[in-house]
């Protein structure tokens, strides 16, 4: 899952104008991201280097779900919130070439700037994309977009003002919002906050989650997923990489203002495969369960054996599509 050709040129052409030690800055940055910290201190060329594929990635696969969810769903307007650079505004483009407006919202000058410099390379909506310098958590009341994107913006918040964010993002979006956090305990905590507070309020969860009730998950266990990207030349030098690949570990929630939940059940963990059959666990209705599939059952062994982690699959009584 690679960037976009002229986001990665534009990429490029910054880092060759930059000089420093990106490896140390790497390092630093990477730590920052571990700890929860804030974005802005951090080297901007570490950030593309090294931050921008893996984001890029994991909203990339995030969208894709979205899209196969909900195939009518059209968006005029987006709202990249906490938008850093733009990857966000970038993914959304590969899948809704349509949108019209874009705004990037950020509270960094410095990201703001980068994001529109980038954006010069993109299609129009980008080069014509409005920035605004602001918080997530303190959003105009006025500032609305059909479809609302928040891609690792929530960790750079205080807990106090995790319900704040949420309700200001919940507002802003006219359709969907859809929030992408650090595969970690703690972003999966947030977003947990988020989609407790909102389906209180009203919204509909398209993704991961395949229904409305409280989430089934305890103690120590947290919903998350994983992304593999190549990792390009400026990538596994800033990185002092031997391997051409990289896995991103994120969470994610997408909410809608109407519809039902998707049926069936989530792939919340890597599938178990061994001669006997292979074993699913799923997050299904209101509860996790762990579904086993014998080789011996062949048709219903032919539909899920190619299942991965993240994926959706029907219900007992539906026909599972194993995609």
């Known amino acids: 899952m690679t960037l976009p050709l002229p986001l990665q040129a534009a990429a490029e052409a910054r880092l ?23 974005s802005a201190a951090v ?15 994991a ?9 196969r969810l909900r195939p009518g769903f059209a968006p005029a307007s987006l709202l990249d919130a906490g938008s850093g650079p733009g990857t966000a505004s970038w993914a959304c483009l590969q899948h809704w ?3 019209q407006s874009v705004t990037f919202l950020d509270d960094h000058p410095a990201f703001l700037a980068l994001a529109k410099d980038l954006a010069r390379a993109g299609p129009p909506q980008l080069a014509a994309a409005a920035a605004l310098r602001g918080r997530i958590e303190a959003l105009p009341a006025g500032l609305e977009a059909d479809l609302t ?37 703690q972003g999966f905590a947030r977003l ?7 389906v209180a309020a009203g919204a509909v969860p398209v993704a991961p989650c395949t229904h409305a009730l409280d989430c089934p998950l305890e103690g120590g266990d947290w919903c998350h997923f994983s992304v593999r990207l190549p990792r390009l030349r400026a990538h596994m030098h800033a990185k002092a990489a031997s391997v051409p690949f990289e896995d991103e570990r994120f969470a994610y929630l997408v909410l809608a203002r109407d519809g039902t939940p998707p049926a069936g059940g989530r792939v919340i963990a890597p599938p178990h ?13 209101g509860s996790v369960e762990v579904r086993h599939i014998a080789r011996r059952d062949a048709s219903a062994y ?20 194993g995609q």
């Open 16 to 38: 060759a104008t930059q000089s420093g030690d990106r490896r140390k800055e790497s390092a630093a940055l990477t730590a920052a991201y571990k700890a929860g910290g804030s």
């Open 43 to 57: 080297d901007l060329g570490a950030y593309l280097a090294t931050r921008m594929p893996a984001t890029f990635a």
């Open 59 to 67: 909203v990339e696969r995030v969208l894709a779900e979205v899209a």
């Open 97 to 99: 070439p349509g949108l």
């Open 149 to 185: 994107v928040a891609a690792y913006a929530l960790a750079e918040l205080p807990v106090a003002a995790m319900a704040a964010a949420a309700d200001r993002l919940w507002h802003a979006s006219r359709q969907l919002l859809v929030l992408v956090e650090p595969g970690t305990p």
């Open 192 to 198: 947990r906050a988020c989609r407790s507070r909102l």
């Open 273 to 285: 495969r061994a001669k006997p059959g292979m074993s699913l666990r799923l997050c299904t209705q």
């Open 302 to 321: 032919k539909r899920l054996r190619k299942c991965e982690w993240g994926d959706l699959v029907g219900a007992p009584d539906q026909q599972e599509d």
